[in-house]
């Protein structure tokens, strides 16, 4: 069973910095492109980041600057640092991992979210 278990949001104020963690655990043979979404209230889930197996990223254009994405691939970690912060980024942010494991070949798995909040 894959899991994909984010940490890291809460309240901040507009400017302010904040860094999202995810870690993948279970029984994983590859750990692909990983990612962080994000879906503010009544918009669509939106791609914020996204950074391949070998560590080249791509950013949306609105983030582009403010935030970085990284990952350790020997912890499975994937980490969004968030600089800079306004409040149009205030959103639930999702972990995404493509992963292959022992049973299934490689899908998309999603954390659980965690809500970022920028207000002054």
């Known amino acids: 069973q894959v899991q994909l278990v984010e940490s890291g949001g809460g309240l901040v104020h507009p400017g302010e910095s904040l860094t999202l963690s995810c870690v993948a655990s279970?029984?994983?043979?590859?750990?692909?492109?990983m990612a962080w979404y994000r879906q503010a209230p009544g918009n669509e889930r939106e791609l914020v980041a996204r950074?391949?197996?070998?560590?080249?990223?791509h950013y949306t254009a609105s983030i582009l600057g403010r935030f970085t994405i990284f990952r350790d691939n020997s912890k499975k970690t994937v980490d969004l640092q968030m600089t800079n912060l306004q409040p149009e980024d205030t959103a639930v942010y999702y972990c995404?991992?493509?992963?292959?494991?022992?049973?299934?070949?490689?899908?998309?798995?999603w954390g659980q979210g965690t809500q970022v909040t920028v207000s002054s």
């Open positions: 950074i391949t197996e070998g560590g080249t990223a």
């Open positions: 995404n991992a493509n992963i292959e494991t022992i049973l299934r070949p490689p899908r998309d798995y």
């Open positions: 279970g029984k994983i043979l590859n750990l692909n492109d």
